[in-house]
């Protein structure tokens, strides 16, 4: 049976840092691409970055380059997000997804792309 568990999210001002988490189950963790996904009331869920089944390639979409930062420890089957410099537009919840294929490819934006998903943790921005 799969878990997929994430955990971290909370209240934030502009400008501050949240680290997600993300922990997997009843899965061979290490050869599993992974994703994090996050929706905003009244929008449609969007791709924010993917890691490799190793984690040394990484993907994100342009606007969380240079803030966001995918990283994954596979002895511990956990998955990071480390969030800084938070907009007010980041405010949505977050979610982590698995694709057995182990790789983020042309695709990895596409929720259609993942087996399992987590079932949300929710990030707030203020101001």
């Known amino acids: 049976q799969v878990q997929v568990v994430e955990s971290g999210g909370g209240l934030v001002q502009a400008g501050g840092s949240l680290r997600l988490s993300c922990t997997a189950s009843g899965l061979t963790f290490r050869l599993y691409a992974m994703g994090w996904f996050r929706q905003a009331p009244g929008k449609e869920r969007e791709g924010v970055s993917c890691?490799?089944?190793?984690?040394?390639?990484?993907y994100y979409a342009d606007s969380v380059k240079g803030r966001f930062t995918i990283s994954r420890e596979n002895a511990k089957n956990t998955l990071y997000l480390q969030m800084d410099s938070l907009k007010p537009e980041d405010t949505a919840t977050y979610y982590c997804?698995?694709?057995?294929?182990?790789?983020?490819?042309?695709?990895?934006?596409?929720?259609?792309?993942?087996?399992?998903w987590g079932q949300g943790t929710q990030v707030a921005v203020s101001s």
């Open positions: 890691a490799s089944r190793s984690g040394h390639i990484t």
């Open positions: 997804a698995a694709d057995s294929d182990g790789t983020c490819d042309s695709n990895w934006g596409m929720a259609s792309e993942y087996q399992y």
